[in-house]
């Protein structure tokens, strides 16, 4: 069945780094584009960024353009997401999540997601 | 992009129907019939309960049901359920080529 896990998740100090995985399974990675959102405590989620099939076209939320950015690997069948110059609002669940199958609109399947936390 | 406006909380009582709304502007549900709504249970990640406005995923009971009247996206579930219990969030395209969720709505099944 179609299997979204990620991982990478974890605490970090303000200012550094951490790169998200998410590994894919039971689907054709390769022709589907795929999303990251991000939930704070007790939010709802917010869009983080999107990728097109093929890695060429991306897009990013004003929150994040210029400190995150998203990129997949199809031969490894796994999606990422580098997170720099990290914020303590950054502090979320990050989900990944794989473009509808039926709607290119709509976020279809999602991973459990990992848990990310900025704090000095 | 500013989020979507839902209620904070619903609540019906089991077998009742309840409407979930979802306000957003001309740059989003305005102009695309794209809206998605997700259920999250606690702890758990959303699941993909309508897409495109109206349209059921497979697996999704006929229960559940959208609309969209201008700026204003609804979610419909009829004959509650214990088991509807759950924060629902909807979500939609955006001029800007991205996406917005709404702050959720928590409903209770009383």
């Known amino acids: 069945q179609v299997q979204l896990v990620e991982s990478g998740g974890g605490v970090v100090q303000p200012g550094r780094s951490l790169r998200l995985s998410c590994a894919a399974s039971?689907?054709?990675?390769?022709?589907?584009?795929m999303h990251w959102v991000r939930q704070a405590p007790g939010k709802g989620p917010e869009w983080v960024a999107v990728?097109?099939?093929?890695?060429?076209?991306?897009n990013y939320a004003d929150s994040v353009k210029g400190r995150f950015t998203i990129s997949r690997d199809n031969s490894k069948n796994t999606l990422y997401l580098q997170m720099n110059s990290l914020r303590a609002e950054d502090t979320a669940v990050f989900y990944c999540?794989?473009?509808?199958?039926?709607?290119?609109?709509?976020?279809?399947?999602w991973g459990q997601g990992t848990t990310v936390t900025v704090s000095s | 992009q500013s989020a979507l406006t839902q209620p904070a909380s619903v609540s019906g009582s089991r077998g009742q129907s309840i409407t979930i709304s979802c306000i957003g502007a001309?740059?989003?549900?305005?102009?695309?019939?794209?809206v998605s709504w997700y259920q999250q249970k606690s702890g758990k990640a959303p699941t993909l309960m309508i897409y495109?406005?109206?349209n059921r995923p497979s697996g999704v009971s006929n229960r559940f049901s959208g609309s969209k009247s201008g700026n204003t996206a609804s979610l419909t579930i009829s004959g509650l359920q214990a088991e509807d219990e759950a924060d629902y969030y909807c979500?939609?395209?955006?001029?800007?080529?991205?996406?917005?969720f709404g702050g959720g709505t928590r409903l209770t099944v009383l």
């Open positions: 999540a794989k473009r509808g199958s039926g709607s290119y609109y709509a976020m279809d399947v």
């Open positions: 039971g689907f054709t990675f390769s022709g589907t584009g």
């Open positions: 990728i097109s099939h093929d890695g060429i076209n991306k």
């Open positions: 001309s740059s989003d549900i305005g102009t695309y019939n794209y």
């Open positions: 495109d406005v109206s």
């Open positions: 979500s939609s395209y955006t001029s800007s080529s991205t996406w917005v």
